[in-house]
């Protein structure tokens, strides 16, 4: 699909997407401290140091059981570099939060399947385990591919916990599926649906290729098997797809490395091999060495499971062994042999040299997740002041230095990172110096966060003439904008927007990128200055599935830049199963014509699912469908269609119940009743406005809280009985 952006700036308009500008502003923007700002990364301790003033760490230490020692002291290691044992200036034992309830069994597997809860909006600070699950798609046979889509499904369904951002990727897919961390359900469920065996890959149908006899092979007069040109070309291949594997793994850790704390990539394979023994080819390894001293430096521990479990190497049934002597036999077989121990060796190497471990010979995959989650409780920061010769150039080149840690007490084991080349993390982290570097890297974070605040609201709606679209609302904080006096007494300032969206399968849709000069008179402008202002996205969309919309803001004069992205769930339509739109909230004063209020908020849901502009005026600036922060005491008005209801055969009715879900932080706080929904006179059935109104009592405490309404149709058939909705809001002072 390739998608147009059309882009609509909307300042000060008379439309329910922006504010009347001749309406008087009714509320300040509250303090920013409060509300919108995040704590930078930079500001959280960093984990893994490689410095002039310090080397810095982290390691793991087990017992004989395997489970983790939290009780040591600085006297109790030793640590050495390049052979030389360095003094312990910086020692710390970093704990984990406290384990929260995963999902039981019985409930993940319950039937009709629950609705999906709402996630949690993390914020740095808030990030307990940051984990990249890499499926290499490039190296994945056949029957591994059904193995770590099951065992991806567990661990969202029964592992996954509170705090925890986590990432599906593919090796095989595009760069737009490599920075998807998320704390959404959704958004996973719909990367595991894209996990399949990729048939251009590396990976053949099974793990190994069964035996059989190769008309083009040459034999030599003793009876062995020299191999074919064939051969030559299927190594060669496999060599190319490997340096692949490792260099979407590269893009993986970048991405990682301006994350919080220390990070966690468990990667899927059916392995790949470390050197090419039919000639001298170095070209995996020497990619494995930047991958692993890049992982380093990023605090990034990997960890490698073999999806093709434990492995019969014998003769099998799929093996057609007619026409072949024993020599041939055993020869093919000791191939067989040495083919899985070699691609073994390359995961194996990977794990160890960034504190990991390598799971093996496990047909539980599901159980090697728990293994590495079960790793993440705590872990060691050990440190020493490195010698001044350590980032010097020998020969004009910088020399690798290897690291040993030994743990001192008899029966514990200790697993750390093993080396890194001399150069400071200050020398090595690139400066983004550039316009387009800037935006780029804003783009690619997976936090909301930067110097230019932004708010963006992305809700799905369907034209039954125009199809499924999608519209998005960015607000604007024009406190973060520079703006210069002109002559003539107006105010300027020019701002770069870029807006990607990606599909499903990391691809990329559509980009837009604009510069847009804004100069304002003085009564627009101090307006500008208490409500900021919206620029509105609509992409039609032909295609169901799951997209990512990107934004970045560029103050030009100031060189700051925002960021914020959104993950859109476009359901098909044409299924005729029960689907909503999205949810429009709005906040309305009480004390004004209550029925008014009501019939706006239906006006916005039919024109967002329309496709039309509006004309909603009666929103308050900050309580509006874009920003969403409302004061206690306000109305909350929700808004939104129901498409696919099914009809009674007789009476020609749907039969339709709504409840609705308040969330603060994760937890539930408030459960509405279960209601029948009041049709009324509908001229269509299958596009159902509904709404609603919640009073914001004056004892909720401030903060960020998820609405959520669940739709069942009483008609429907079980499994798809129910669907839902959210969306966030802000209560402030």
Do not use: C
């Not at 003539?488 to 020019?494: E, I, L, R, W």
């Amino acid at each position: 699909m390739r998608a147009k952006l059309a882009f609509l700036f909307v300042l000060t308009a008379t439309s329910w997407l922006a504010f009347s500008q001749n309406e008087p502003a009714r509320a300040q923007q509250p303090d920013r401290s409060k509300t919108l700002q995040e704590k930078p990364v930079s500001e959280k301790e960093e984990v893994v140091r490689i410095s002039i003033t310090l080397v810095q760490v982290d390691a793991v230490v087990t017992d004989q059981q395997g489970k983790q020692v939290t009780d040591l002291k600085p006297s109790d290691f030793d640590i050495y570099e390049d052979g030389r044992r360095q003094h312990i200036t910086n020692f710390s034992y970093v704990a984990a939060q406290p384990d929260s309830p995963a999902t039981p069994k019985s409930e993940a597997r319950s039937k009709p399947p629950a609705p999906i809860g709402p996630p949690t909006r993390l914020r740095p600070d808030q990030v307990r385990r940051t984990v990249a699950l890499v499926v290499d798609d490039l190296g994945l046979s056949f029957e591994s591919t059904a193995g770590v889509r099951a065992a991806l499904k567990k661990f969202v369904d029964e592992q996954m916990q509170a705090g925890d951002l986590v990432a599906i990727i593919r090796t095989g897919a595009g760069i737009g599926a490599l920075q998807q961390f998320t704390s959404d359900k959704r958004q996973l469920y719909a990367a595991i649906e894209r996990v399949r065996w990729n048939p251009s890959g590396r990976g053949g149908i099974s793990a190994f290729a069964s035996i059989s006899r190769d008309p083009l092979e040459r034999v030599d007069p003793s009876g062995k098997i020299q191999g074919s040109d064939a051969d030559t070309i299927n190594e060669f291949r496999a060599e190319i797809y490997s340096v692949g594997t490792l260099g979407a793994l590269n893009f993986v850790v970048r991405g990682l490395r301006d994350l919080p704390g220390r990070k966690s990539v468990i990667l899927f394979s059916d392995g790949f091999k470390l050197f090419n023994r039919e000639r001298d080819s170095q070209r995996v390894l020497e990619s494995l060495r930047r991958l692993t001293d890049l992982a380093n430096r990023a605090s990034v521990v990997v960890y490698t499971i073999d999806a093709r479990g434990l492995q019969y190497l014998g003769p099998t049934a799929a093996d057609d062994l007619g026409g072949l002597g024993r020599q041939q036999i055993e020869q093919r077989l000791e191939s067989r042999r040495a083919e899985m121990f070699d691609s073994q060796e390359g995961l194996q190497y990977l794990a160890q040299e960034t504190g990991g471990f390598f799971v093996r010979n496990t047909n539980d995959i599901g159980r090697g997740i728990k293994r590495v989650l079960d790793d993440q409780k705590g872990y060691y920061l050990i440190g020493y002041v490195p010698e001044q010769a350590t980032f010097k150039l020998d020969q004009g080149r910088r020399k690798f230095h290897k690291i040993s840690l030994k743990v001192k007490p008899a029966g514990l084991r200790v697993r750390s990172r093993t080396g890194f080349y001399g150069i400071a993390d200050e020398e090595a982290r690139p400066v983004l110096r550039t316009p387009a570097q800037q935006v780029t890297a804003a783009l690619m974070s997976p936090f909301a966060s930067g110097d230019v605040h932004l708010r963006l609201t992305s809700l799905f709606g369907h034209d039954p003439k125009a199809g499924p679209f999608v519209r998005s609302l960015l607000h604007i904080d024009a406190r973060d904008l520079t703006f210069t006096d002109e002559l003539d007494g107006s105010h300027k300032s020019v701002v770069d927007v870029v807006a990607v969206t990606f599909g499903d399968n990391g691809r990329l849709v559509d980009q837009e990128s604009r510069t847009y000069t804004l100069q304002v008179r003085d009564a627009i402008y101090q307006q500008m200055k208490q409500r900021g202002f919206l620029y509105t996205v609509s992409v039609p969309v032909k295609k169901p599935g799951a997209y990512q919309l990107r934004v970045a803001v560029r103050d030009s004069a100031s060189a700051r830049v925002g960021s914020a992205n959104q993950f859109i769930d476009v359901p098909d339509i044409g299924k005729n199963r029960l689907t909503l739109s999205g949810l429009v909230i709005s906040g309305n004063d009480p004390a004004k014509a209550k029925k008014t209020a009501t019939v706006d908020a239906d006006r916005a849901a039919q024109q967002t699912a329309g496709g039309k502009e509006g004309g909603v005026e009666d929103f308050e600036p900050l309580a509006s469908p874009a920003l969403r922060m409302l004061r206690r005491g306000l109305d909350l008005d929700y808004a939104f269609l129901i498409y696919n209801a099914q009809p009674d055969p007789k009476t020609k009715q749907p039969q339709l119940e709504s409840q609705v879900l308040l969330f603060k932080d994760g937890r539930q706080v408030f459960a509405g009743k279960v209601v029948p929904i009041p049709l009324g006179q509908q001229p269509d059935l299958t596009h159902i406005p509904a709404s609603g109104r919640l009073r914001l009592g004056a004892d909720l405490p401030p903060g960020e809280y998820v609405l959520q309404v669940i739709i069942t149709d009483k008609l429907a058939k079980e499994k798809y009985r129910t669907a839902t909705q959210w969306m966030d809001f802000e209560i402030v002072e």
